[in-house]
């Protein structure tokens, strides 16, 4: 490949599946398999079988993103990734602004303002929805959230159990296969969550003030791999509107699990937080 080819995941040069790093001069040893693009079952989104739903709409526009990342996360990276939620080294989550959230809806972005995702809850009961506008129980509920592709397919399913005090994010592939866990380590002070993937504590998500607004996200050697950080939208749009927005810096290509359980993770500190706050 040209040294004039941007650092970005490809497709990997051996013709085996997946994608491999090229670091903007040589192809390196990270490699990553893309999850496969399982289409969903007849009725999972009200439609037939194939139906791909529409993106998750919001009012970011490519200008407004970029200036959340530059102006507001203070993040600028030239590299540009491969176009997908597991290739870009910055991912923008932008929560569909809502008078009253009866569901968690979420496009994401790339750092050029191109949407690349989205993450939707699933599997909501009318009564759910009905606790949801009179009280702020269902943060008590068992939550479940499709992260889809820009064409809707399912890429992951996040699903946080029922739980009183502390929250547990089971990650998994749409066919099932258990990616990992998110699981929260304490309750007072920093929040801190643990990333576990066969049993094995991989890493962790570090909250960097107790209101929980920026998060570190480490290896097990403890050196930061990725950092959340949450940008400000105007007094307006936070005091009246259920929105938040985030920007996810990826500081190197990473391995698979600990990839998607970034990932992962970046997209559902809120469902895990900002819910139990309510």
């Known amino acids: ?9 490809y497709d990997d040069p051996s013709g085996q599946p997946g994608t491999r790093w090229w670091d903007g001069s040589t192809w390196t040893d990270h490699t990553q398999q893309v999850p496969p693009q399982s289409g969903p079952g007849p009725g999972d989104w009200g439609g037939p079988q194939g139906y791909q739903p529409p993106p998750v709409q919001t009012r970011h526009t490519p200008d407004r993103v970029q200036r959340q990342v530059r102006e507001q996360a203070k993040v600028h990276v030239p590299a540009q990734g491969g176009g997908s939620l597991f290739s870009e080294p910055v991912l923008v989550v932008n929560q569909k602004t809502k008078l009253i959230e009866l569901t968690n809806e979420y496009a994401v972005f790339d750092q050029n303002g191109n949407q690349i995702g989205s993450v939707v809850e699933v599997g909501q009961s009318a009564l759910k929805k009905a606790l949801r506008f009179v009280s702020s129980v269902d943060q008590f509920l068992t939550h479940r959230l499709e ?6 397919a399912p890429q992951l399913v996040l699903t946080r159990p ?11 592939l749409p066919d099932g ?14 929040i801190r969550f643990g990333l576990e993937a066969g049993g094995t504590n991989v890493g962790m998500i570090k909250a960097e003030n107790w209101r929980a607004w920026n998060f570190s996200i480490v290896d097990q050697s403890d050196t930061e791999v990725a950092r959340v950080t949450k940008t400000w939208e105007g007094l307006a749009r936070t005091m009246f509107t259920t929105a938040d927005n985030y920007v996810v810096q990826l500081h190197r290509p990473l391995p698979q699990p600990m990839l998607s359980l970034v990932v992962a993770s970046a997209l559902t500190i809120d469902t895990a937080l900002k819910q139990d706050s309510n």
């Open 1 to 9: 490949m040209s040294q004039s080819v941007p650092p970005g995941w």
């Open 147 to 152: 992260v889809r592709d820009a064409t809707g």
């Open 162 to 172: 029922a739980k009183l005090f502390k929250s547990k994010v089971v990650v998994t």
């Open 177 to 190: 296969r258990e990616v990992g866990s998110i699981v929260q380590q304490n309750v007072f002070g920093k």
